[in-house]
């Protein structure tokens, strides 16, 4: 890996960032301003460079002071939640005194209630719909107001799983393939591994001690057996597991569901299990399979060399080590630096994070909002 040439990309991405900021209508965490603005918290942390500080600082407060009220969803990935989570995420590295609720205001408890409702109304996912709250609250400081939240979140979530003879569950009743169809989502963008993520890190306000344990023997227990290439599948329709083999990214499949839940259940009793998963991954990364990709976060090779190197710093295996070298020096090579999306999920703020994570020991805790920290 060429840190020389990493360094040199991530001042071109930046430069491009730039010269686009004016035309960045949306001010959401994973899709518009919030997103560039923790690309500039962290390219400052790394370089100390004040301009950067300054860049996400007033890109922030652009965000905030912007916001069309007549036009923004309450989700996480594009709407309020996700400003104040950006805010919450500034707060705690210092840069500003301002907190989500003091952005929010009286919206606070209108993004609280409209997430309930969406839990209630079984839709659990955590970028659009009512889990995001939960991943927004989790981001605040500790007070009893928080753990009072999240246990009303969680409870939610329990209530409306299904008992199996394998654990339990949460059968998809949203964003379905089929709308007749009985469907389990195995993504962590949208599935049940996201649910699993946040009951782990719950989990100390939760009753019900045994849940998080019945809910991962649920999730091993439809595990492709015999595959040799994929483990995890991304859908379950009317029992039927899609597709045979999984995508390599980090919204679906073996290594974004399992490097995330190595992250939140630390050295539980599956780490090794979902560690053995993610090894297995490497094998299928080569130039034809990283060709076939796009360059982004959410489904591209910059996921791919983040999760890769997460997983070297947690492991000290040397195996992801490669594999993730390899993916930086192929996104290197072919990475479209002119691109028009600047978005942290698809574009450039997120290729750039990932970037600066090949550069700096420091951890990196941009990434809870991905659910993987």
Known sequence: MDEDRIKHNIYLIENRIRELLSQIQSPGLLNGKCGVSLFYLYLWMYTKNEDYREMAINILEDSIENINFDNINFSL???????????????????????????????????????????????????????????????????????????????????????????????????????????????????????????????????????????????????????????????????????????????????????SLLYAMANQNNYNDFLSICLNTIKRINHEYLASMESGICHGVSGLAYMYNKLYNLSSNTSFKVASDKCFNFLLENENINSEDVSLLDGLSGIGLSYLSALSNKKASWDRVLLLS
């Open 77 to 259: 990935s594009t709407g309020l939640t996700g400003i104040a989570w950006t805010v919450e995420h500034f707060n705690r590295n210092g840069l500003i005194e301002t907190n989500g609720a003091e952005v929010l205001g009286d919206l606070e408890n209108d993004c609280f209630r409209v997430s309930l409702n969406l839990l209630r109304h079984e839709n659990f996912d955590y970028l659009h719909g009512g889990l995001g709250y939960g991943i927004y609250c989790i981001e605040k400081p500790h007070s009893e107001e928080k753990i009072k939240t999240l246990s009303q979140i969680a409870q939610i979530i329990i209530e409306h799983s299904c008992t199996t003879s394998f654990g339990r569950t949460w059968e998809a009743k949203f964003n379905k393939r089929n709308a007749n169809s009985v469907e389990y989502n195995l993504g962590i963008s949208h599935g049940i591994p996201s649910i699993i993520y946040f009951l782990i890190k719950v989990q100390p306000f939760i009753k019900q001690n045994n849940f998080v344990e019945e809910s991962i023997t649920w999730l091993k227990s439809v595990f492709y057996k015999d595959n040799i290439n994929s483990k995890i599948p991304e859908r379950i329709i009317d029992g039927i597991k899609i597709p045979q083999v999984s995508k390599l990214a980090w919204c679906y499949g073996d290594l974004g569901v399992s490097t």
